[in-house]
């Protein structure tokens, strides 16, 4: 009976756009949900450091470097966020970690691509944190409170993100002809993968019922997909790149463009663990977790000496 009217009260909160706070009670199915969700939200942020962070020391100017370095480290705090909100939902830090270590959580498929030229730096800014915030501007309205106001303070952060990779790009593209083609191909490598950024099609993504009715999403893998295509084809326009995919046209009757098929073996392949650097991704994060445990002890020291004083 109490369950009934615990279950009603938060379907009434739900229906109401009411969010869902930490200690409110709460379906099991929808804990586990944010947790699934939050914490490979977070592994992203903090895995999407790597094929950055490989250019800090070969950025073309002390300008471009330090804007890459602000830029990565917002990042790192976009994860501390992101853990956070997921820790009030009853799971330790240490759990999370496990679970990306042991191949049980994913993060973003678009990580696991290299880095190869400083346009592809401009590619990720641009189209990688392009593509996060249409998905996160759609977050900040999620049902659980913690969870959309880190998405708040996050999309703050983003937009400036995408600008600095576009500025990249378009400066490349009003450069010599080395690198214009420079340029494009960053674009050619990651136009692809940054659609797959969405997910599957709704039709194949066994989440969105539940997220749909739960409002965690508020917007669908496609209909996303959609509005960052939309909007990304102009962009690529006014600085002269090419967008490779030979089936994009301009639809009228639909105020949208058509696009051609995903890759989709290669997103399977790539989000269990088979792409060009998840070996290497995951490696570096172990090795950085066990160097750092000494931190992580001497923190907890103090803190457990603070909690003794205060018992005492
Ligand atoms: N990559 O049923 P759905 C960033 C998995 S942040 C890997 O559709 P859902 C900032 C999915 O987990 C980028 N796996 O799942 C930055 C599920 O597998 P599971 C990260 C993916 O959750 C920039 C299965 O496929 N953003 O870039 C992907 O309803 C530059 C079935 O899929 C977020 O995480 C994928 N792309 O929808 C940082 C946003 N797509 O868990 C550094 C929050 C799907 O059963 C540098 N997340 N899968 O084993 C979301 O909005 C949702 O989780 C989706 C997937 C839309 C990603």
């Not at 949208?256 to 890759?263: A, F, K, M, R, T």
Request: charged share 25%; hydrophobic share 35%; net charge neutral.
């Amino acid at each position: 009976m109490e369950h009934i009217d615990h279950l009603k009260v938060f379907e009434t909160k739900i229906e109401q756009d009411i969010n869902i706070e930490a200690k409110d009670w709460m379906p099991d199915d929808y804990r586990k949900h944010l947790i699934r969700q939050i914490s490979q939200h977070a592994h992203s942020e903090v895995i999407g450091m790597q094929p950055e962070g490989n250019w800090i020391t070969r950025a073309p100017s002390l300008r471009a470097k330090k804007i890459l370095l602000a830029k990565i480290q917002d990042e790192g705090g976009h994860g501390l966020y992101l853990y956070s909100a997921a820790e009030t939902l009853g799971i330790g830090r240490d759990e999370l970690i496990q679970q990306l270590h042991d191949g049980k959580a994913k993060y973003s498929n678009i990580f696991n691509y290299p880095s190869l030229t400083w346009a592809d730096i401009g590619a990720i800014g641009w189209l990688v944190d392009g593509a996060a915030i249409v998905n996160q501007v759609s977050l900040q309205r999620t049902s659980y409170g913690p969870y959309s106001r880190a998405m708040v303070r996050i999309c703050k952060e983003e937009s400036f993100h995408q600008r600095q990779g576009y500025e990249i790009m378009a400066k490349m593209m009003a450069g010599t002809a080395a690198q214009r083609e420079m340029a494009q191909d960053a674009m050619n490598r990651w136009w692809w993968p940054a659609l797959m950024m969405f997910g599957p099609h709704d039709t194949d993504s066994p989440h969105t019922g539940n997220a749909v009715k739960w409002k965690i999403k508020r917007q669908s893998n496609d209909t996303l997909r959609q509005k960052f295509i939309d909007k990304t084809v102009q962009q690529a326009e006014v600085i002269g790149l090419t967008i490779p995919d030979p089936d994009l046209k301009w639809n009228e009757e639909k105020k949208s463009y058509d696009h051609g098929e995903i890759n989709w073996n290669e997103f399977r392949e790539v989000i269990n663990g088979n792409g060009p650097c998840n070996r290497q991704r995951m490696s570096n994060h172990i090795k950085a977790h066990e160097e750092g445990e000494w931190v992580r002890k001497a923190a907890s020291a103090y803190s457990n000496k603070q909690k003794l004083r205060v018992s005492q």
